[in-house]
């Protein structure tokens, strides 16, 4: 009887096994045929799952080696970009080395000059060492909100300094006299606010006995004043900083103007309402560049500002368009 009950218990296991490989069977042929319906969007949505994006800039420099005062282009390719934004360029500093915009403002070195949304920047470098060197240029982007830091890329260009020519003797070479500048009324010093007033020789337009003055205004770079006192352009400004705005008026004109002021409205919590003293009369074609100086920005991110000449309109003035202009510049803490 013993062994009947194990007969039995045996067969009954064997049936169990045959059983679990059958439904095994069924269950892979319903794969097999799920898969061939379904062509190839079963395997598209599960390559979906672990499909990743790479973000990245590429930076190069055309051309990647030049001498002091030549001009180049530093470009960039931002891969895998999917929040809108702008880009920043900086470099480190060496000595007796600046890269300097088109319109001659230097970038300062160690800071981050906001480039914008282009792709883009034409630079040129000016290098009084000894011996070449090779600078790490780098391109970062940055949201909208100024907030969000996004990737880096950066690209290394060969600086030549151009050497001192001796086939000329000490004899021949001659020096210019320096310009002797106009001397300026003192503009008032409101709180924490310096100015500074260059008068800049332009061609003098015909002076009519009918015409009219344009008194105009044209903000040419925004910046900081450095340690030693200088001027240094870039679009951002640390918190211990001092920043600066340069800006230029001109008579646009045909005849000169009567005596004018100019009013700036800075982004400081202190004094942020400059007037200016009353300025001499402009010709025709007479340029006043200012360098207005101010600390202590009211906010973390960009700040306006705004220049405006003759603003209680006591002039008689041919074009009230261009008689303001704003600008900003970006606080970083």
């Known amino acids: 009887m013993e062994i009947q009950a194990s007969k039995v218990d045996i067969a009954i296991k064997a049936l169990a096994v045959f059983g679990l490989a059958s439904l095994l069977g069924l269950g892979i042929a319903g794969v097999v045929r799920m898969s061939e319906s379904s062509g190839s969007n079963a395997f598209s949505s599960l390559a979906s799952l672990?499909?990743?994006?790479?973000?990245?800039?590429?930076?190069?420099v055309s051309p990647t080696s030049i001498e002091s005062g030549d001009s180049f282009t530093v470009r960039w390719v931002h891969e895998g970009r999917d929040t809108p934004g702008i880009y920043v360029f900086s470099y480190p500093c060496e000595s007796g080395f600046e890269f300097s915009l088109p319109s001659g403002?230097?970038?300062?070195?160690?800071?981050?000059?906001?480039?914008?949304?282009?792709?883009?920047?034409?630079?040129?470098?000016?290098y009084s060492g000894d011996s070449p060197i090779n600078v790490q240029l780098s391109v970062q982007s940055l949201g909208n909100d100024s907030k969000q830091i996004g990737v880096i890329g950066s690209a290394v260009l060969l600086v030549t300094p151009v050497p001192a020519s001796s086939d000329a003797p000490p004899s021949s070479i001659r020096s210019e006299p320096p310009v002797q500048k106009p001397a300026s009324p003192p503009a008032t010093k409101p709180g924490p606010v310096k100015t500074t007033i260059t008068k800049i020789g332009t061609s003098t337009p015909p002076i009519l006995a009918n015409g009219t003055p344009d008194?105009?205004?044209?903000?040419?770079?925004?910046?900081?004043?450095?340690?030693?006192?200088?001027?240094?352009?870039?679009?951002?400004?640390?918190?211990?900083?001092?920043?600066?705005?340069?800006?230029?008026?001109?008579?646009?004109?045909?005849?000169?103007?009567?005596?004018?002021?100019?009013?700036?409205?800075l982004p400081i919590a202190v004094d942020g309402y400059y007037h200016s003293e009353v300025l001499p009369p402009l010709s025709p074609g007479d340029r006043i560049r200012f360098t207005l100086g101010f600390t202590s920005l009211n906010a973390i991110g960009e700040n306006k500002f705004v220049m405006t000449v003759d603003p209680s309109n006591s002039l008689k003035d041919s074009n009230r368009s261009n008689d303001s202009a704003t600008a900003t510049i970006f606080k970083i803490d």
């Open 215 to 265: 008194l105009a205004v044209r903000i040419v770079d925004v910046g900081i004043i450095n340690a030693s006192g200088v001027f240094v352009a870039t679009s951002s400004v640390f918190r211990t900083q001092q920043a600066a705005v340069v800006f230029d008026i001109t008579n646009n004109g045909t005849a000169a103007s009567k005596h004018w002021d100019f009013t700036a409205i």
């Open 105 to 126: 403002a230097v970038i300062a070195c160690g800071a981050s000059y906001r480039a914008g949304d282009v792709d883009s920047l034409a630079l040129s470098a000016k």
């Open 50 to 60: 672990f499909s990743f994006r790479r973000e990245a800039i590429t930076v190069s």
